[in-house]
């Protein structure tokens, strides 16, 4: 009865304990909801390995939004939390006709422009925390000249991933960006991706999904996405710099213009934005800028921004572009590079590489690629990229920006290293190389490396002396050069180089100020260039191409390069491009083999060689081709008395030649061997005079040798094989001992199989 009691008060506690297991999970279920920002701004708190969401009707008096059940919608556990300004019957965003006050005058517009909501969004996520959030169709829009907050705002020492779906908008007040993420603020990094279908399933290669999209605009000097500059902060306050922003997938379009470079509608007036992607102006540094995957960038930066990289007097450091991406970029009003510094900022670490293909313009004075103007940079072109940069009025394509006073120490110093497969078209402005330095340089020190690829450097339109790739025209360039180093070599891949200057520039690749090229043959005419790849470097001038101030957006079928006045290449170059088509390349393009003294011909003891230099553009290459040594041709045996060349000599009476062995034969079998000359000119009655080759002869024929070998051996051979062969019954003991042995075996096996079964 006791046991009884006691199993029933078990099964009572263990039910309970279920029960209230139950109800606990039902009470601690976390949420999977979609919320009409609409509504009211939401607060989203990524802490403890938990995700968040507070939506607020009412923030000033602690008022918050009720789902369709009553409940309020604060401190809400959600770790799959989607926003949304769609009409939750029709499914469509909202329109509204916005009047608001636009530019220094105080004029009032009214526009037909999407203007959902000003409601907000805020995301912190604590340190060792990541907040998910989608964004479908979100349009939020604050009022043009206020002082209020950005759209959306990211603090936080931990991550934040951004999840697209569907047309997003993001437009913020005067002194804040559009999607902000300042480094006063938020330290972790901001991750923006486009990795899951519409339905929230994964993505595969072989279905086909609308790509969500995001439009970002700051204002008041600050960022699209990333630094903002509010009108309390000082020159030294770090809501300027951003850092750690990755962008892996979508759509993207960051800065005060489309990708036409055409201004929004309502930033008339308005051009002193920071960066595109980076930071505010007024000193905004960007570190650590990851764009990659299948994303899809255009950045333009305002008023001495860059598009991305830094804000005015701003710094870019780690800009990495890889993958699949495609990123179109352009320094928009003056200064700024397209992708590195702002007006006088720095474009250090540029990285390019995988499948890229990236489109850069600078800003007035700004490089496409590297620096801002008065300053330069590092950028390092690899893998398999497509790269195309064009500078403006002084800027070069990739490297420096145009000079506007003497540097400071280090501040234009510039690297370019191009490797591997990437193929990159570069564009100078003005007085500045394609490759190098801006114009008017007055310091610093350039180097430029080309392992790999194939480049096309077009050098500024200027009068003045500008190189395709080097030094562009110095500050004061009457017999002046620049500190600079180019080097070309197929170290790390096949490398192709087409530069072109001005018709009245004596060289297309040199240290800038007129002086004569750095690449070309040596004293004794030996290419530069090595031999583990094929590298060939063409120089062009009297080209003719616009200049790019602004207007210009790579239309390259405009650029003529002009004449070809110069061509350096290695032998590697000739031998990996043996059925070259002459009808596309230039004569100087082929090596022309002339005959260095004579031919030493080969005779039966040694080989013999021919040496051959080119004789193009004062190319000195050589080469030595080694003529093998003669292999001896068998004579043919003499015929004796009377008989006649098809008479069979008897075994008794062969004349052999010196130094020979007689084979033995057969009788009556005819033992003159069938002869393949070596040459078929020479014939059995006009043998080689001395046993050496005539003096036109350069090989012999290895094979006819090698069968008259084998056919001299072909006799004794047989007769040996002959000799060998057994003897049938010459040996009958053998075989009777053999049968004896096998009738005893058979008779002791029947005697020991009976005694076995007696046994048994």
Same mark, same amino acid.
């Given at each position: 009865?006791? +046991?009884?009691?006691?199993?029933?008060?078990?099964?009572?506690?263990?039910?309970?304990?279920?029960?209230?297991?139950?109800?606990? /999970?039902?009470?601690?279920?976390?949420?999977?909801?979609?919320?009409?920002?609409?509504?009211?701004?939401?607060?989203?708190?990524?802490?403890?390995?938990?995700?968040?969401?507070?939506?607020?009707?009412?923030?000033?008096?602690?008022?918050?939004?009720?789902?369709?059940?009553?409940?309020?919608?604060?401190?809400?556990?959600?770790?799959?939390?989607?926003?949304?300004?769609?009409?939750?019957?029709?499914?469509?965003?909202?329109?509204?006709?916005?009047?608001?006050?636009?530019?220094?005058?105080?004029?009032?517009?009214?526009?037909?422009?999407?203007?959902?909501?000003?409601?907000?969004?805020?995301?912190?996520?604590?340190?060792?925390?990541?907040?998910?959030?989608?964004?479908?169709?979100?349009?939020?829009?604050?009022?043009?000249?206020?002082?209020?907050?950005?759209?959306?705002?990211?603090? !936080?020492?931990? #991550?934040?991933?951004?999840?697209?779906?569907?047309?997003?908008?993001?437009?913020?007040?005067?002194?804040?960006?559009?999607?902000?993420?300042?480094?006063?603020?938020?330290?972790?990094?901001?991750?923006?991706?486009?990795?899951?279908?519409?339905?929230?399933?994964?993505?595969?290669?072989?279905? /086909?999904?609308?790509?969500?999209?995001?439009?970002?605009?700051?204002? !008041?000097?600050?960022?699209?996405?990333?630094?903002?500059?509010?009108?309390?902060?000082?020159?030294?306050?770090?809501?300027?710099?951003?850092?750690?922003?990755?962008?892996?997938?979508?759509?993207?379009?960051?800065?005060?213009?489309?990708?036409?470079?055409?201004?929004?509608?309502?930033?008339?007036?308005?051009?002193?934005?920071?960066?595109?992607?980076?930071?505010?102006?007024?000193? !905004?540094?960007?570190?650590?800028?990851?764009?990659?995957?299948?994303?899809?960038?255009?950045?333009?930066?305002?008023?001495?921004?860059?598009?991305?990289?830094?804000?005015?007097?701003?710094?870019?450091?780690?800009?990495?572009?890889?993958?699949?991406?495609?990123?179109?970029?352009?320094? @928009?009003?003056?200064?700024?590079?397209?992708?590195?510094?702002?007006?006088?900022?720095?474009?250090?670490?540029?990285?390019?590489?995988?499948?890229?293909?990236?489109?850069?313009?600078?800003?007035?004075?700004?490089?496409?690629?590297?620096?801002?103007?008065?300053?330069?940079?590092?950028?390092?072109?690899?893998?398999?990229?497509?790269?195309?940069?064009?500078?403006?009025?002084?800027?070069?394509?990739?490297?420096?920006?145009?000079?506007?006073?003497?540097?400071?120490?280090?501040?234009?110093?510039?690297?370019?290293?191009?490797?591997?497969?990437? #193929?990159?078209?570069?564009?100078?402005?003005? @007085?500045?190389?394609?490759?190098?330095?801006?114009?008017?340089?007055?310091?610093?020190?350039?180097?430029?490396?080309?392992?790999?690829?194939?480049?096309?450097?077009?050098?500024?339109?200027?009068?003045?002396?500008?190189?395709?790739?080097?030094?562009?025209?110095?500050?004061?360039?009457?017999?002046?050069?620049?500190?600079?180093?180019?080097?070309?070599?197929?170290?790390?891949?096949?490398?192709?180089?087409?530069?072109?200057?001005?018709?009245?520039?004596? /060289?297309?690749?040199?240290?800038?100020?007129?002086?004569?090229?750095?690449?070309?043959?040596?004293?004794?005419?030996?290419?530069?260039?090595?031999? $583990?790849?094929?590298?060939?470097?063409?120089?062009?001038?009297?080209?003719?191409?616009?200049?790019?101030?602004?207007?210009?957006? !790579?239309?390259?079928?405009?650029?003529?390069?002009?004449?070809?006045?110069?061509?350096?290449? #290695?032998?590697?170059?000739?031998?990996?491009?043996?059925?070259?088509?002459?009808?596309?390349?230039?004569?100087?393009?082929?090596?022309?083999?002339?005959?260095?003294?004579?031919?030493?011909?080969?005779?039966?003891? $040694?080989?013999?060689?021919?040496?051959?230099?080119?004789?193009?553009?004062?190319?000195?290459?050589? $080469?030595?081709?080694?003529?093998?040594?003669?292999?001896?041709?068998?004579?043919?045996?003499?015929?004796?008395?009377? #008989?006649?060349?098809?008479?069979?000599?008897?075994?008794?009476?062969? +004349?052999?030649?010196?130094?020979?062995?007689?084979?033995?034969?057969?009788?009556?079998?005819?033992?003159?061997?069938?002869?393949?000359?070596?040459?078929?000119?020479?014939?059995?009655?006009?043998?080689?005079?001395?046993?050496?080759?005539?003096?036109?002869?350069?090989?012999?024929?290895?094979?006819?040798?090698?069968?008259?070998?084998?056919?001299?051996?072909?006799? +004794?051979?047989?007769?040996?094989?002959?000799?060998?062969?057994?003897?049938?019954?010459?040996?009958?003991?053998?075989?009777?001992?053999?049968?004896?042995?096998?009738?005893?075996?058979?008779?002791?096996?029947?005697?020991?199989?009976?005694?076995?079964?007696?046994?048994?």
């Amino acid at each position: 009865m006791r +046991k009884n009691v006691k199993q029933q008060l078990a099964l009572r506690v263990l039910s309970t304990a279920a029960l209230m297991a139950m109800v606990s /999970s039902i009470a601690t279920a976390a949420f999977a909801d979609t919320y009409d920002l609409n509504k009211g701004s939401v607060d989203i708190l990524a802490e403890g390995g938990e995700q968040r969401i507070t939506q607020w009707e009412d923030k000033d008096n602690n008022l918050c939004v009720k789902d369709g059940e009553g409940k309020e919608i604060r401190n809400r556990l959600d770790d799959d939390i989607t926003l949304t300004t769609k009409d939750e019957t029709t499914g469509e965003t909202k329109t509204t006709d916005v009047t608001e006050t636009t530019g220094e005058t105080g004029e009032t517009e009214t526009t037909g422009e999407i203007k959902t909501t000003t409601n907000t969004i805020t995301v912190e996520a604590k340190a060792g925390n990541t907040a998910n959030v989608t964004l479908r169709d979100v349009n939020i829009t604050k009022d043009t000249w206020s002082s209020g907050s950005a759209a959306m705002t990211i603090k !936080g020492e931990g #991550n934040t991933e951004i999840e697209l779906d569907g047309k997003n908008t993001l437009i913020s007040g005067r002194g804040h960006a559009g999607l902000e993420k300042a480094d006063d603020v938020s330290t972790g990094s901001l991750t923006i991706k486009d990795d899951l279908n519409d339905n929230g399933t994964e993505k595969r290669k072989d279905e /086909s999904d609308t790509v969500g999209s995001l439009n970002v605009v700051g204002r !008041g000097g600050s960022a699209a996405i990333g630094g903002c500059k509010k009108e309390d902060s000082r020159y030294d306050d770090t809501c300027r710099d951003t850092s750690n922003i990755k962008i892996t997938g979508g759509c993207i379009k960051a800065g005060p213009v489309d990708e036409n470079r055409e201004y929004y509608t309502d930033m008339r007036g308005e051009y002193n934005c920071g960066a595109g992607i980076g930071g505010a102006s007024s000193y !905004g540094d960007a570190k650590n800028i990851t764009i990659t995957g299948n994303a899809d960038v255009t950045a333009a930066g305002g008023y001495y921004s860059a598009g991305i990289g830094g804000g005015e007097y701003g710094n870019a450091t780690g800009i990495m572009i890889s993958g699949n991406a495609k990123v179109t970029a352009s320094g @928009s009003g003056s200064g700024g590079a397209g992708i590195g510094g702002g007006d006088e900022g720095m474009g250090k670490d540029i990285f390019i590489t995988g499948n890229a293909d990236v489109t850069a313009y600078g800003g007035n004075q700004g490089a496409g690629i590297g620096g801002g103007s008065s300053r330069g940079g590092s950028v390092t072109i690899s893998g398999n990229a497509a790269v195309t940069a064009v500078g403006a009025n002084g800027g070069a394509g990739i490297g420096a920006g145009a000079s506007k006073w003497t540097p400071r120490d280090g501040n234009y110093d510039t690297t370019v290293d191009i490797s591997k497969n990437a #193929n990159v078209t570069a564009v100078g402005s003005s @007085s500045a190389a394609a490759i190098g330095t801006g114009s008017y340089a007055k310091g610093g020190k350039t180097t430029i490396t080309i392992t790999g690829g194939t480049v096309t450097a077009i050098g500024g339109t200027s009068t003045t002396p500008a190189s395709a790739i080097g030094g562009g025209t110095p500050s004061s360039y009457a017999g002046k050069v620049l500190d600079v180093t180019v080097t070309i070599n197929g170290n790390t891949g096949n490398t192709t180089v087409n530069a072109s200057c001005q018709p009245n520039m004596k /060289s297309a690749i040199s240290t800038g100020g007129g002086a004569d090229d750095i690449i070309g043959y040596d004293e004794n005419g030996k290419s530069p260039f090595g031999e $583990k790849n094929s590298v060939i470097v063409r120089m062009y001038n009297n080209g003719s191409y616009p200049d790019y101030s602004g207007d210009f957006k !790579g239309d390259l079928d405009k650029c003529d390069l002009g004449t070809l006045y110069q061509t350096v290449h #290695n032998r590697k170059y000739m031998e990996e491009n043996p059925n070259i088509d002459t009808k596309k390349l230039e004569d100087e393009d082929l090596h022309d083999w002339k005959l260095v003294g004579k031919v030493v011909e080969p005779t039966l003891e $040694k080989d013999g060689y021919a040496d051959y230099i080119c004789s193009i553009d004062k190319c000195g290459q050589t $080469k030595h081709v080694v003529l093998p040594k003669l292999t001896p041709e068998p004579s043919e045996p003499d015929v004796p008395g009377g #008989n006649t060349p098809d008479t069979p000599n008897k075994p008794d009476t062969p +004349k052999q030649p010196d130094g020979t062995t007689p084979a033995p034969v057969t009788p009556d079998v005819p033992s003159t061997p069938e002869v393949t000359p070596a040459d078929p000119a020479v014939t059995p009655d006009a043998p080689a005079q001395d046993g050496t080759a005539p003096a036109d002869t350069l090989t012999t024929d290895t094979t006819a040798a090698a069968q008259n070998v084998a056919q001299n051996a072909e006799p +004794k051979a047989a007769a040996s094989t002959a000799a060998a062969l057994p003897q049938t019954g010459a040996n009958w003991l053998a075989v009777v001992g053999s049968a004896l042995s096998g009738l005893f075996l058979l008779a002791a096996g029947f005697v020991l199989d009976r005694k076995n079964r007696r046994m048994n």
